[in-house]
């Protein structure tokens, strides 16, 4: 900001003051600000919650700063799956993942002022596969498996013996 001293003599009264207009011109120009953003883990087929963030900027309005995201890894976000809302300096972020996709992707949001000066900001979303019901567990590791077959489950083996031929009967559904 630039800063005004001045003094005036009114009618023989002296007046001093000093105000502060705009930007001071012979200040750099700086990036605009982003605040707030972090990683995310979120389950298959789901959104993650709004993560919201501050934008600010030393000479452009908020309002009139540009904010945009890209998805490194389209496949599994594409661009449709990024809402981007809010307005001024409070704005919002929403992931929505492509359906029944897992892995990670490096989302980029970033924020634009008047002079095209920006600053970026990369989080990853973590899409981890959805867990399963004990029952459709049970079914997968042990009515599935191959005859003889040991199943493993967490490193330890589990085996069919003759009297099992009833347990299989209970996991079917």
Known sequence: MRTLNFALVLGGLLVAGCGS??????????????RSLGDQAIPANQSTQSMDFVIADDRTP???????????????????????????ASRSLVISPTADETGIADV????????????SQTIAITVLPQSKGISE????SFADGDAGDPAL???VAFTQDADDDEFED????
């Open 21 to 34: 207009g705009g930007p001071d011109p012979d200040q750099q120009n700086a990036p605009p600000s982003l």
């Open 62 to 88: 908020a309002e009139g700063l540009i904010v945009s995201a890209m998805s490194g890894n389209p496949d599994l976000i594409p661009a449709g799956g990024i809402d981007l809302g809010g307005t001024g």
């Open 108 to 119: 980029t949001v970033t924020v634009t002022d008047e002079a095209d000066l920006q600053t």
């Open 137 to 140: 567990f049970t079914r997968m």
């Open 153 to 155: 489950v967490n490193a």
């Open 170 to 173: 209970l996991l079917t559904p």
